[in-house]
């Protein structure tokens, strides 16, 4: 018997975890061999403030300084440059604003990053204070704290059925099974189907699809290393350094179903081709390429709530594209909720909770 059973072994399982260990008694559970698996280990590993509806940026905000120095120290530093072309003023000006980028000239983009085409781009933004997260640091900081905690992940464990008795979950695996008093779903792309498991109306999330290329570094130098990632209008692709070599996406959002995502070569190749037209380069070959899926509630806005028919049901849900630079306040405030402690979020609590659905 414990007290909180957690599924799923990503970012939003993994913190949440690890916040409810010092107080309670939690088992997680991660139907996959690795914790990570899924989602959590095929990020762009971005932390942009300004980025995601409202909600979501003030998420964002409050979870920058547990990220930085201060907290746990898995931020550094690495600048973001949108990148316009002819005819698109407009939408660059429009974005720029959006995205809090200032405008910089061509020729200082090309400073920053020197393989931009300076006869496709026409007009160029810099924000300085982008990050690229440690996501492994950050995963396995959670994961310490729940075994330092004395509390249990089991990896290979597959919540197949639930029951609700007496108070009480019967949690069934495919190996075992569990009795708790509250279940926190964090089940990424599979929270809807989870929910019906456990006998709870599902609330409509949609798993996006979205693919990665790595491709080798433009030259051996290495002076990539310090580029800041770069943007297309609308997302039309972006780019960063990553492991010596550069990651490029489409930035797609294809309509999936929870499932082991991977990529297809015409989305890759349309990521490519967006990121050739702004750059003195041609990609030769694409070293690895990966997707995950980014699973959005209906209004795009994170989930964290006690379910409003079971009270002992816990959503965390619809991290979307930004589950780890939300992580920290997200988990913290989940972790409030769940063990009955005074909020630090105020009215951003009733913003994610689930009885907007009602
Ligand atoms: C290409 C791409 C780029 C991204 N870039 C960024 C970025 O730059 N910054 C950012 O903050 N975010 C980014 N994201 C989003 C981020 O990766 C996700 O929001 C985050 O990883 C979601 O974490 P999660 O724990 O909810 O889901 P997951 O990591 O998918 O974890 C859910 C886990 O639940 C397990 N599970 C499901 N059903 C069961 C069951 N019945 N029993 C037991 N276990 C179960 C699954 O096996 C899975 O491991 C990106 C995502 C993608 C795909």
Known sequence: MVDILVVGGGIAGLSVAGRLSKSANVILLEAEENLGHHSSSRSAAAFIEDYGNDVIREFNSASKSFLSKDGVDVLSPRGSVILGKK??????KEQCTSFAHHEISVSDARKL????NNKSVKYAGYKEDIYDIDTDKLLQHFTKDIKANGS???TNCRVIAADFKDGKWQIKTDSKTFICDVIVNAAGAWVDELALKCGIKPLGFLPL????????APDDSGSHKSWP????????FYAKPDAGEMIVSPSEETKSFPHDAYANEEDLAKGIFSFEEVVNFSVKRITSSWAGLRTFAPDRTLVIGFDSNIPSFFWLAGQGGYGFQTSAAASKMASEII????SSFGQLQKRVSPDRFK
Do not use: Q, T, Y
């Open 152 to 154: 249990e992940i089991h």
């Open 339 to 342: 063990l009955g402690e005074r």
């Open 87 to 92: 005819n698109e003023k407009h939408l660059f």
């Open 209 to 216: 699809k979205r693919s990665m290329a790595r491709v080798p």
């Open 113 to 116: 990053i020197e393989i931009i």
């Open 229 to 236: 990632m770069a943007f297309g209008l609308n997302e039309s």
